[in-house]
């Protein structure tokens, strides 16, 4: 089994929809990451956490919102989404000085 | 200023041949970690290589090594004889260790490999 999952791994949403992106991990780590990443532009970090109760916005955290329910889980929600959030999202997880291990991501399409 | 340059868009190699892929950054921590990471078409996130600010040898996996030079801020990638599935985007990431320690990632480079 895959060490980090994220469901969906496809999603079509419209304008103004609520969508959750979910993220589970078998690592053990503590931290986790969402990024989204877009062609030419590299990997952006959108939120990240560091333990169950740190919360910490990303370089990119306008319109997006994370919940961190337990060490292994960590959603990712968009309240409204717009077009523009139309791009491939990823979950990452790592310990403290380790290297960051990634799912496989979701491709998100806003129409 | 960009923490991760990658300066090359795109590369073309021929199969069993080096390519070497180009990354400098920019730091004024004294402690931080370089990666490089593979991305196949596929689209996965494939970690290949570290390199700790204060490791003394450069690091190496395989047929990737990396090419550190401290003074120059500068992390290359070196693939030795290339293999078609090579063929990928490649991207140089930072982690600086003072704070809190995010991954800042260069904007990619793709690679090619021809037969």
């Known amino acids: 089994d895959a060490d980090v999952t994220q469901t969906p791994r496809n999603r079509i949403t419209k304008t103004g929809k609520r969508i959750m992106l979910e993220c589970s991990q078998t690592k053990g780590h503590d931290r986790m990451y969402w990024y989204r990443q877009d062609p030419g532009l590299g990997l952006r970090l959108i939120y990240y956490?560091?333990?169950?109760?740190?919360?910490n916005k990303g370089e990119i955290s306008d319109g997006y919102s994370v919940s961190r329910q337990a060490q292994a889980k960590f959603s990712l929600s968009l309240e409204s989404a717009i077009p523009n959030q139309t791009a491939l999202y990823f979950c990452?997880?790592?310990?403290?000085?380790?290297?960051?291990?990634f799912g496989p991501g979701t491709r998100l399409t806003v129409t | 200023a960009q923490k991760i340059t990658q300066t090359q868009p795109g590369m073309f190699v021929q199969e069993k041949e080096a390519v070497t892929l180009d990354c400098t950054y920019d730091t004024s921590d004294p402690s931080y970690g370089l990666f490089w990471y593979k991305q196949p078409s596929s689209g996965e996130m494939i970690f290949l290589i570290y390199q700790g600010s204060y490791d003394q040898q450069n690091a190496t996996e395989g047929r990737y090594s990396l090419n550190f030079q401290k003074a120059r801020k500068s992390a290359n990638l070196v693939i030795s004889a290339s293999q078609l599935g090579d063929s990928a985007m490649y991207f140089c990431a930072m982690r600086e260790n003072s704070g809190y320690s995010t991954l800042t990632f260069g904007k990619g480079t793709m690679l090619l490999v021809s037969p």
């Open positions: 956490s560091f333990d169950v109760k740190d919360i």
């Open positions: 990452a997880t790592s310990s403290t000085y380790g290297e960051q291990y």
